[in-house]
C-alpha cells in the first residue's frame, strides 16, 4: 500500500504525494553537515531530522548518515563534514541544500544563498566548502545540481549534542522555510 493510499500527510497540507510529486520534475538533497558532538554545530543533523519527523519518515539516529537511503525526489542526509567522495550523490539531483551552522558571522539568523560553483580554498585543509564540492560535482561528471546553502546561526558550541534553545527555534524555522522552498519551488 502506497503512502498516499494510507493517508498520509505531511504538514502544512502537504502529503507525501505531492512532495513526490514535486520532486519528479527535480530530484533534491537536503544535505546537512557539521560537527554533532558540538552542540549548535551540529544544526544540520537536527534540521534533517525535523524534515524526517514533519514528512513522515524515520529519524536519524547520530551515527546515521542517510547515504543507503537515497533514490527519493527529495532526499535527506547528514554527514560531519563535506568531502571529495559526495561529488557521486550531488551529480544524481538537480538540486542541493546544504544546511550548515555559522557563528555570527552574517546578521541573519538563517541566511539562504544561492551558490556558484568554484574552487574556493579554505583556511583549513579538512574543510571544504559547498561550492567547491559543486565544482568538483561538474568536473567529474559534467553536471552539478544548484545548489543553496543555508546557514543557521549558532549560539553554543562546547561538548554536547543538544542545541541551545535559540537554534532549536531557528531548526524549526528552517525545516518551515525548506518545505516552502520544495513545494513552491523557490
Not at 22 to 47: P, S, T, W
Not at 156 to 175: H, M, T, W, Y
Amino acid at each position: 500500500m502506497g503512502l498516499m493510499a494510507r493517508g498520509w500527510m505531511c504538514c502544512d497540507g502537504i502529503n507525501q504525494a505531492q512532495v513526490e510529486g514535486m520532486g519528479e520534475a527535480r530530484r533534491i538533497l537536503v544535505l546537512g553537515y557539521g560537527n554533532l558532538n558540538r552542540q549548535d554545530d551540529g544544526i544540520g543533523f537536527h534540521v534533517i531530522n525535523e524534515l524526517a519527523r514533519r514528512w513522515g519518515r524515520q529519524p536519524f539516529e547520530p551515527q546515521d548518515d542517510g547515504l543507503s537511503r537515497l533514490g527519493g525526489s527529495v532526499d535527506l542526509a547528514f554527514v560531519p563534514q563535506l568531502v571529495p567522495e559526495l561529488a557521486e550523490v550531488l551529480a544524481d539531483y538537480d538540486e542541493v541544500y546544504f544546511v550548515d551552522a555559522h557563528t555570527g558571522a552574517y546578521e541573519e539568523p538563517i541566511r539562504w544563498e544561492t551558490l556558484k560553483r568554484a574552487y574556493a580554498p579554505s583556511a583549513f585543509t579538512h574543510h571544504m566548502t559547498p561550492v567547491t564540492l559543486l565544482e568538483i560535482t561538474a568536473a567529474l561528471y559534467g553536471r552539478a545540481p544548484m545548489g543553496r546553502l543555508i546557514s543557521v546561526r549558532g549560539y553554543r558550541f562546547g561538548f554536547g549534542v543538544e542545541l541551545s534553545l535559540e537554534a532549536q527555534k531557528l531548526c524549526e524555522e528552517v525545516a518551515e522555510q525548506i518545505i516552502q522552498c520544495v513545494s513552491s519551488g523557490c
